[in-house]
């Protein structure tokens, strides 16, 4: 089993930073591919990157150039770095894993068999 926990999530005006934490803990040496989802409310849940073993990334269109996904030393922690933010990122963060490879995206909800909690990031303009 595995156990994803999100943290970084907060408040901030369009244009500020925020940077999101995703710690993995029980069985994750099967994991290959690691994503960030968001959820507004109304809307379908959509991935904005991913992360493979060897470390390659992809990019949702809409956070091309503003976010990027990075592993931390501990391996067990991926991160999400939001630059430049706009109101339209205002969601609920997600963290998920497989131990598939990743693909290019879009990433399907489904392929992700590990999921967080969420943390909620609001961007007011």
């Known amino acids: 089993q595995v156990q994803l926990v999100e943290s970084g999530g907060g408040s901030v005006q369009a244009g500020g930073s925020l940077r999101l934490s995703c710690a993995a803990s029980?069985?994750?040496?099967?994991?290959?591919?690691v994503g960030w989802f968001r959820q507004a409310p109304g809307k379908e849940r959509e991935g904005v990157a991913a992360?493979?073993?060897?470390?390659?990334?992809s990019y949702a269109d809409s956070v091309k150039g503003r976010f990027t996904i990075s592993k931390g030393n501990a391996k067990n922690t991926v991160y999400l770095q939001m630059n430049s933010l706009e109101p339209e990122d205002s969601a609920m963060y997600y963290c998920?894993?497989?131990?598939?490879?990743?693909?290019?995206?879009?990433?399907?909800?489904?392929?992700?068999?590990?999921w967080g909690q969420g943390t909620q990031v609001t961007v007011s303009s």
């Open positions: 029980g069985y994750t040496y099967s994991l290959y591919c």
């Open positions: 998920a894993s497989t131990n598939l490879r990743c693909s290019s995206g879009p990433w399907s909800p489904g392929v992700f068999g590990f």
């Open positions: 992360i493979d073993s060897d470390g390659s990334t």
